[in-house]
């Protein structure tokens, strides 16, 4: 067993104070230059490029999308992946603050590279397109990408200083009904009305609502209702989105909404098609030794990270797909207010402000140091697997 010394931390901390600015220039840019799910083709060349400037082997498409990529340094266990994330939000721009995680990411990885000059581990930067829809880290979990890797680390500026996570598990369904088209005055009676079908869809599932347990709820919309006024709609659809605080309880309410189509199509003449619209996103699975090592980092700039609110969900990520095959961190760090929100105009603004670049330094040195105790630290990696193993024992 082996830790990482206070030497060590004192490099970590002038290798990111010396990369500050260039930093803040990459989340500047990212941040004035947004685009969109599986499109961040410029995002991907920034970043990929400044990886393989500083020595790091790229590979770029994986997981059969053009603007994912994996950024390698070193070849053997231990190894230490930082996510990042360079999405933006359709007319919102990085209200996310996606530019951030991208700068943060890419930071720690660089730092990490340097201050262990070739040593045991392995050093890796993932780069994960649309977590904001379409689940980039999803097919890099199902392609393999973190099966020999030993942690997952990020972090997310939000309006909350939350050591961990609270995200749910997430995915949409289609829901069609088919009917029989008929004349609403000529013929009605020969006519089975697929849109009444999905309307009593609604009206079920609002009953259900009011018993289902904390977290899960069903939002729908009508995605087609029919094709004119004076035709009975033989086919109407919607689009349903369920959540649930963990993966077996998304699985439960799934199950729900197929029960409840089935019975307003037995109830109403029609035939339902349910599918699934979306990949899943599993609900978050917090290592707490992990994020409790990265908050004693993060403390020591003065930013102090407490539990989050119980009973507060923060929505949905990719990220805890991760977190179901390898011990993974995802702490929220504010970058504006309480009263604020992220996925607004303001908190856009807020992810190009004075206070995000002060984060961005704080969070890229405390990632770092977290990576390489990580890849030093014997007795950590085993209490962040032991911790892994009593996650993956429930759903």
């Known amino acids: 067993m082996s830790r990482t010394s206070d030497a060590a931390y004192r490099r970590i901390h002038d290798e990111v104070a010396a990369r500050a600015e260039a930093l803040w220039q990459v989340a500047s840019s990212l941040h004035a230059d947004p685009e969109y799910a599986f499109e961040e083709r410029r995002a991907a060349e920034l970043l990929t490029g400044e990886l393989r400037r500083a020595g790091f082997e790229v590979s770029e498409g994986v997981a059969g999308m053009p603007t994912a990529f994996v950024a390698r340094s070193g070849a053997s266990r231990p190894a230490v992946a930082l996510l990042l994330e360079y999405d933006a939000l359709p007319g919102l721009g990085h209200a996310c603050g996606h530019n951030l995680i991208a700068a943060a990411g890419l930071g720690a990885a660089l730092t990490a590279r340097a201050v262990l000059d070739g040593g045991e581990g392995t050093v890796l930067a993932v780069g994960g397109p649309a977590e904001e829809g379409g689940g980039g880290k999803v097919l890099e979990t199902e392609a393999g990408l973190f099966d020999y890797v030993d942690a997952a680390l990020m972090f997310h500026p939000g309006v909350h200083d939350w050591v961990r996570a609270p995200l749910t598990a997430q995915e949409q369904y289609r829901v069609g009904f088919r009917g029989r088209a008929a004349h609403p005055t000529g013929n009605p009676t020969e006519g089975i009305d697929a849109l009444a079908a999905l309307v009593e869809l609604f009206n079920v599932l609002a009953v259900l609502g009011r018993r289902l347990p904390e977290a899960s709820h069903v939002q729908g919309i009508v995605t087609h209702g029919g094709e004119a006024t004076n035709i009975v709609p033989e086919y109407a659809e919607g689009l349903f989105g369920l959540r649930a605080a963990t993966t077996g309880a998304l699985d439960e309410l799934a199950a729900q909404l197929d029960e409840c189509a089935a019975g307003v199509a037995r109830a109403t003449g029609t035939t339902p098609v349910v599918e699934r619209a979306t990949l899943r996103y599993e609900h978050f699975r917090d290592s707490e030794p992990l994020s409790e090592r990265f908050a004693a980092h993060l403390a020591r700039p003065g930013i102090r990270l407490t539990p989050p609110e119980r009973g507060v969900y923060l929505g949905s990520s990719d990220i805890g797909n991760v977190s179901a095959r390898v011990p993974a961190i995802h702490?929220?760090?504010?970058?504006?207010?309480?009263?604020?929100?992220?996925?607004?105009?303001?908190?856009?603004?807020?992810a190009a402000s004075d206070r995000a670049r002060q984060v961005l330094t704080a969070v890229t040195e405390a990632l770092a140091c977290t990576a390489v105790d990580v890849l030093g630290d014997t007795e950590l990696r085993d209490r962040a697997w032991s911790a892994y193993g009593r996650s993956a024992t429930g759903r």
Not at 332 to 339: K, L, T
Not at 340 to 349: I, K, N, Q, R, Y
């Open 331 to 350: 702490p929220f760090v504010a970058i504006m207010d309480e009263d604020g929100s992220d996925h607004t105009p303001e908190f856009a603004v807020a």
